[in-house]
Structure formats: structure tokens, C-alpha cells
């Protein structure tokens, strides 16, 4: 990947998931899935069999890329469910994808490596780590499966992370971060790292509409881009509107990271968001 080539739909790359490669063309819609009952926006829905079959029927049906699966609320202020609790669901809803679709791309988002070990048994194909590996077992497990991981910049956790927001110089100390985490990730032998610059994570809504602005300079790390403003405050703050009113902000905000490099697209909506690929990928290649 070409930091001087700014077109998203050019970016052609092949990931190893267990040994199964997989050819990524173009920007990719990772769909969320949160099996937890106190996620942000949709805490509590799909918590039983039969409505995470539903709501997987409706992803297989709209062609999403990506099912991300979260057993554990990260939203700010969240408390941190018990392993065994992450882990019953975050199994369950993996058994239920994979019964309904064995090629399906599953992507686990979890900051515990016995989770993503016993998710990636169970047959997932990628860790979406939002703590930057706060566990010191994560990316032996990551080297270990061989699977892609998405590497995230956060400070402190969930309960904590809104009081850690001062920088001296917010995208220096980003650049500086990726740039030693990446370092010490190839160490350890992982090959597939994706980035994600961790919005709302630690950050003040301006410096969350600055790194936007400055999206495209993380493209130097060679490494695809994860952008997850899906819903978030950075939006309905801004917009004085809910979360629940937030998804035309959201479709704004896509539409632009995608014109500023972003390669995958991190969504509580996903048939909006392969609307926003689409129409893009128009201006791109006509």
C-alpha cells in the first residue's frame, strides 16, 4: 500500500486467517455484532440464539465483509464482565455464524487473549484488540494462530479512559505509538496488522474531528485502516442528537475517511455503509 496513492478501491491485499487466505479487494465493511446487554447503541438485543440468527440472516443477506463479534462492553464508563461470561458469548455466537456460514469472515473484538484463542478454536478468523494488547499473552496468541490483528490506540480502560485526553502533540504521540507497537507486533512474527486510531478512545470530540482530518498520514505505516465512528458522540455530541439519531452523521464521516484512505469501515449500519462504499467507489473509478 501506497501512502502517495490516496484510491481506497485500488488497494488490493491477501490475509493469512489460520492458513486460509483471504484476497481483501477494496474497503471492507466489518459489521457489528455486540452479544453484551450494555453496549452503547445496541446493548441487549441480540443476546438469545434466535435473535443473533436473525441478525446474522440480515448481515449474510446485505453482503457484509466482516461480523465483528463483542462479548464485552468498551464504551466509555463500561464495567468488565467476567472471562467466563465474555467468553460463553462470544462462543455461542461464533457456533451460530459459522453453522449458518462457514466462509464468512469473523472478527473477534476482544482485549483477553484466552478469548481470542478459544474464539479462534471455535473458528474466527481475526482479533479486533481495543486495547492495544494490554494482555501480555495477545500477540504470542495472534503469532501462534497466524490471523490478522487490528491494532488499536487507547489509554487506561473503559472506566477510566475519558479522564486520559491531554497530549502535548496528540498525532505525533499516534504516529509514535503505532510506530513502536507495529515494531514489537512484526517482532513476534505477526504478519497482518490493521490499525485503528481508536476514536472516542481517550480523545476529546476536536481531537477526534482533528485525527480524521489527519487520517490519511497513517497510511505511511503501510498497514489498512480500521475506522470505527459508527454512532459514536464525536457524531451525536456535535450534532446535539442521540446515538439513535446519529446515523446520517455517521454516513458523512465514512464517506469521508474512505476519501482520505480508510480500508475498512466499522459499522452498527451496514447496509448504509456499502451504499456510502459504493457511491464512493463511483467518484473513485469512473
Excluded at 440464539?49 to 440480515?58: N, P, R, V
Excluded at 487473549?113 to 479486533?128: H, R, T, Y
Excluded at 481495543?130 to 480502560?157: C, F, N, Q, W
Excluded at 505477526?190 to 497510511?219: E, S
Amino acid at each position: 500500500m501506497s501512502s502517495h496513492n490516496m484510491n481506497p478501491f485500488d488497494e488490493h491485499y491477501t490475509w493469512n486467517c489460520q492458513g486460509k487466505l483471504r484476497t481483501i479487494n477494496g474497503p471492507q465493511v466489518m459489521a457489528i455484532l455486540n452479544v453484551t446487554d450494555d453496549s452503547f447503541y445496541d446493548g441487549g438485543r441480540y443476546t438469545s440464539k434466535s435473535t443473533i440468527q436473525t441478525k446474522i440472516q440480515e448481515l449474510l443477506w446485505e453482503k457484509v465483509d466482516i461480523i465483528d463479534v463483542g462479548g464485552c462492553s468498551t464504551r466509555p464508563g463500561a464495567q468488565e464482565v467476567s472471562e467466563t461470561q465474555e467468553l460463553d458469548r462470544v462462543l455461542k455466537a461464533v457456533s451460530i455464524i459459522r453453522e449458518m456460514n462457514q466462509d464468512i469472515c469473523i472478527s473477534i473484538d476482544t482485549f483477553r487473549a484466552s478469548v481470542a484463542s478459544a474464539a479462534l478454536e471455535a473458528g474466527a478468523d481475526l482479533i479486533n484488540d481495543v486495547s492495544g494488547g494490554r494482555d501480555d499473552e495477545m500477540l504470542d496468541t495472534i503469532a501462534k494462530y497466524k490471523v490478522p490483528y487490528v491494532l488499536m490506540h487507547m489509554r487506561g480502560k473503559s472506566e477510566n479512559m475519558q479522564d486520559l485526553t491531554h497530549y502535548e502533540d496528540i498525532l505525533a504521540e499516534l504516529l509514535q505509538y503505532f510506530d513502536q507497537k507495529i515494531a514489537f507486533a512484526r517482532n513476534k512474527g505477526i504478519k497482518d496488522i490493521i490499525i485503528d486510531l481508536g476514536f472516542g478512545f481517550a480523545k476529546t470530540l476536536d481531537q477526534n474531528y482533528f485525527l480524521l482530518q489527519n487520517l490519511a498520514l497513517f497510511r505511511s505505516f503501510q498497514c489498512p485502516i480500521l475506522l470505527g465512528v459508527s454512532r459514536k458522540s464525536m457524531i451525536y455530541k456535535a450534532l446535539g442528537k442521540t446515538a439513535e439519531q446519529a446515523l446520517n452523521g455517521t454516513s458523512v464521516l465514512h464517506a469521508y475517511g474512505l476519501t482520505q484512505g480508510a480500508n475498512i469501515l466499522r459499522v452498527h449500519d451496514p447496509k448504509e455503509a456499502i451504499e456510502c462504499v459504493s457511491l464512493i467507489k463511483k467518484l473513485y473509478t469512473n
